[in-house]
Nanobody, 124 residues
Framework: QVELTELGGGLVQAGESLTLSCTTP????????MAWFRQTPRDERVFVAG????????KHADSAKGRFTISRDNVKNWMYLRMDNLRVEDTATYFC?????????????????WGKGTLVTVSS
């Protein structure tokens, strides 16, 4: 089991920025592909952005392209989601996901492990 903890959610106004963080105590963090998903009470959990185990390969959902940036620090065991120009429709609970992966490129949006989520609320 991989324990994931998300930090950084909160209330912001539309147009503002917010950075989410995810950390895990696993000793081999660089063996895991990581991703951010989000979910509202009425919708299923959807993919936002993913990053390969070495950070060289990323994928962003269409809703995130140009506004959100995923990154990671394999030395400190952290993953980040920088969110700029936030919109009201970005309001959701954001989840950190992890998948043990042998590949160095992003190839699959499916995750094995999940954090408990952090709530982001964007007001107009």
């Amino acid at each position: 089991q991989v324990e994931l903890t998300e930090l950084g959610g909160g209330l912001v106004q539309a147009g503002e920025s917010l950075t989410l963080s995810c950390t895990t105590p696993v000793p081999n963090f660089s063996n895991y592909a990581m991703a951010w998903f989000r979910q509202t009470p009425r919708d299923e959990r959807v993919f936002v952005a993913g990053i390969s185990r070495n950070g060289a390969s990323t994928k962003h959902a269409d809703s995130a392209k140009g506004r959100f940036t995923i990154s990671r620090d394999n030395v400190k065991n952290w993953m980040y989601l920088r969110m700029d120009n936030l919109r009201v429709e970005d309001t959701a609970t954001y989840f950190c996901g992890a998948r043990f992966d042998h590949r160095q490129t992003w190839w699959n949006d499916l995750m094995e492990y999940w954090g408990k989520g952090t709530l982001v609320t964007v007001s107009s």
